[in-house]
């Protein structure tokens, strides 16, 4: 069965820190791996990534996949207060479906 | 955690005829569910914001004639792509909010029309 696992629940930092995501898998033929931030609406996506090693950003944001380990981190450098959300994972395998991780709940404090 | 179930999980449907997919919120009361679609190789587009007891909101581009949506009630909505063609065919997932809030992601749904 395919899952995503994502680490850790729930995080809370103070404004200018910098924050790791984790997000792990176990899929049957590996399609991409998607990154999502779920404020009080739908979640809003933030990266697609298919090939490992290669560096995705935008803005403080950044993910990089690492296909052998079956994982993936999202980076948040110098957090702000307005990143607080949660920040969902998913993971496209053989079935073709879309497999979401719990999510991990990040606050960021002033 | 809470559970959102989505039925069917695969349909195959002939050209021109409508095909209906529930969306259901099994352990809370979901006043605001979201349905998307996912084309190939890209991320899910939000299709839709369907809340409970009111019309849709669908998002620009979206035929809301084509994708009819309802939410009767607090457990459930439904989404119906009505004369279907095989442009049609893709993954559509609904997710709904707690009052948290959080989301949670139904299974998804495979269509394909032929």
């Known amino acids: 069965e395919d899952k995503v696992v994502q680490s850790p629940l729930s995080l809370v930092v103070h404004e200018g820190d910098t924050v790791t995501l984790n997000c792990s898998y176990e899929?049957?033929?590996?399609?991409?791996l998607l990154w999502y931030k779920q404020e009080k609406k739908a979640p809003t996506f933030l990266f697609m990534l298919?090939?490992?090693?290669i560096e995705k950003k935008s803005g403080r944001l950044s993910s990089i996949l690492d296909k052998k380990e079956l994982s993936s981190i999202l980076n948040i450098t110098a957090t702000q207060t307005g990143d607080s959300a949660i920040y969902l994972c998913?993971?496209?395998?053989?079935?073709?479906?879309?497999?979401f991780g719990k999510g991990t709940k990040l606050t960021v404090n002033p | 955690g809470a559970v959102v179930s989505q039925h069917p999980s695969w349909v195959i449907c002939k050209s021109g005829t409508s095909v209906k997919i529930e969306c259901r919120s099994l352990?809370?009361?979901?006043?605001?569910m979201f349905w998307y679609r996912q084309f190939p190789k890209q991320s899910l587009m939000l299709m839709a914001t369907?809340?409970?007891?009111?019309?849709?909101?669908?998002e620009q581009g979206v035929e809301k004639d084509k994708f009819l949506i309802n939410h009767a009630s607090l457990t459930l909505s439904t989404l119906t792509v009505t004369s279907a063609h095989p442009e049609d065919s893709s993954f559509y997932i609904c997710?709904?909010?707690?009052?948290?809030?959080?989301?949670?992601f139904g299974q998804g749904t495979r269509l394909t029309v032929v």
């Open positions: 352990d809370f009361q979901a006043t605001t």
């Open positions: 997710s709904a909010i707690t009052k948290q809030p959080e989301a949670f």
């Open positions: 298919t090939s490992s090693g």
């Open positions: 369907s809340n409970e007891g009111s019309k849709a909101t669908y």
């Open positions: 899929v049957t033929n590996f399609r991409s």
């Open positions: 998913a993971v496209e395998g053989g079935s073709e479906k879309l497999v």
